[in-house]
């Protein structure tokens, strides 16, 4: 499917498993569109980001926030609202390109970002979902040799997403507001970088 965006301010939604490989081409596709359009503004949120200036915190909220990464487990909604709502407020000024990675992760908070898109006037986002299936999710986790990603956590985050993400991604596959592009990410980063710019035509 091709989605042709016009100039101005444009919103991507970045969706996909972990090990995917969306940090890397939400980077793609912002050094692509700054070549094209070097005056434009861009802000990226990650959500990864976010929660680590959280857990490294000193307060109530980031012992127990911390608590829960350590066990594994996942972050509640109000967190996720919180994080990315409060650096909306703090840091857009209007007129940006929006980069958002990682976030929304679940139904809840999909309705939650959906009135701040209203909001912001933040017309017909893209979601771009990198797909990859759940073996290639575990292998590359597996791969990456992170210290605290057991096997048993990764299971645990690849049930979380089937769980919590995927109905995520029917929402917006459902909402006449969004455009959905399904992206092959089984390919090699370059070829994936080339299809998510075919698809949004900007050849």
Not at 16 to 42: F, H, M, W
Not at 49 to 59: T, V
Not at 92 to 107: M, N, Q, S, Y
Not at 117 to 126: E, I, L, N, Q, V
């Amino acid at each position: 499917m091709e989605h042709s965006i016009n100039k101005g301010k444009q919103t991507f939604i970045f969706a996909g498993r972990s090990g995917s490989g969306k940090g890397t081409q939400v980077e793609l596709l912002q050094a692509y569109i700054q070549k094209l359009y070097p005056d434009d503004v861009v802000f990226h949120y990650y959500s990864g980001d976010g929660f680590r200036k959280l857990i490294n915190g000193d307060s109530y909220t980031s012992k127990l926030a911390r608590d829960i990464m350590e066990k594994g487990e996942l972050h509640p909604n109000f967190l996720a609202v919180w994080l990315w709502g409060t650096d909306f407020v703090q840091n857009l000024k209007g007129g940006e390109h929006i980069f958002l990675d990682g976030c929304p992760r679940a139904r809840v908070e999909a309705e939650a970002m959906d009135s701040a898109m209203k909001f912001y006037d933040r017309d017909k986002p893209t979601v771009i979902l990198i797909d990859v299936s759940r073996e290639t999710s575990k292998q590359r986790l597996i791969d990456r040799k992170r210290e605290y990603d057991t096997l048993e956590s990764i299971e645990r985050r690849l049930n979380w997403y089937d769980r919590e993400v995927l109905p995520v991604i029917a929402y917006y596959k459902d909402n006449p507001d969004y455009t959905l592009l399904e992206i092959n990410g089984e390919q090699p980063i370059d070829k994936v970088h080339a299809d998510i710019i075919t698809s949004l035509n900007l050849e």
